[in-house]
């Protein structure tokens, strides 16, 4: 029960955390500081280990990863990432993070 309630307690600790670097982000856009990057590349790991993935790795190096294996949704990723960005997953292997 104590760990449950440490638990709900570190879970509001990190939905203020969750606010304060939207806000944080929101002014670094409209000041053009590059701190907004910074953010961004953080909620993508945030995003990456809410979904099985590892924390600090970014989800499009985890899909280049997949998809060189052949899994559907890498490919799928992958490919729309591409039209906006040339070889994104690939320019964004990191291969120190995350599975081989």
Not at 16 to 30: E, G, T
Not at 44 to 52: E, M, P
Request: proline letters at 1%; a positive charge.
């Amino acid at each position: 029960m104590k760990s449950r309630l440490l638990m709900i307690g570190i879970f509001l600790l990190c939905q203020l955390a969750s606010l304060v670097a939207a806000v944080w982000m929101l002014l670094a856009i409209i000041s053009g500081s590059t701190r907004a990057w910074t953010l961004a590349k953080s909620y993508d790991q945030l995003a990456n280990a809410a979904l099985g993935g590892h924390e600090d790795e970014l989800i499009s190096s985890r899909a280049a990863k997949a998809a060189r294996r052949g899994e559907k949704w890498a490919c799928v990723l992958c490919k729309l990432l591409h039209k906006i960005d040339l070889n994104h997953c690939e320019k964004s292997i990191e291969h120190d993070e995350g599975k081989p």
